[in-house]
């Protein structure tokens, strides 16, 4: 069983920059296929980012292209996500889950279907 826990969460302004954190304790985390996806009040789960299992593969949703960056520390089995120019849009719980399944894939999903593993979120509110 994989356990994740966010942090990094919070508030800011319009064009400010968040720094999110997924850690686990298992060391397979640090293979798995970890994506980012995010909930705003009212609407569905969004994919935000991925990163492959191995290989470094990163993938984005349009809307956060050039602005967020998703990577991994496999010495402290975290990934982040690094948030800048945020905007209100970007205001939601944002949850990063782990493809248990796909121990050591060169690629990872993009649809919440394909993990297993989620943990609590955290809130990111980007006042105007």
């Known amino acids: 069983q994989v356990k994740l826990a966010e942090s990094g969460g919070g508030w800011v302004q319009t064009g400010g920059s968040l720094r999110l954190s997924c850690t686990a304790s298992?060391?397979?985390?640090?293979?798995?296929?970890v994506g980012w996806f995010r909930q705003a009040p009212g609407k569905g789960r969004e994919f935000v980012a991925a990163?492959?299992?191995?290989?470094?593969?990163?993938y984005y949703t349009d809307s956060v292209k050039g602005r967020f960056t998703i990577s991994r520390d496999a010495g402290k089995n975290t990934v982040y996500l690094q948030m800048k120019n945020l905007n209100p849009e970007d205001t939601a719980v944002y949850s990063c889950?782990?493809?248990?399944?796909?121990?050591?894939?060169?690629?990872?999903?993009?649809?919440?279907?394909?993990?297993?593993?989620w943990g609590q979120g955290t809130q990111v509110t980007v006042s105007s």
């Open positions: 990163i492959a299992g191995t290989g470094g593969r990163t």
């Open positions: 298992e060391r397979t985390f640090s293979i798995l296929p």
């Open positions: 889950a782990a493809d248990s399944l796909s121990e050591g894939a060169m690629d990872a999903g993009t649809a919440p279907l394909g993990y297993d593993y």
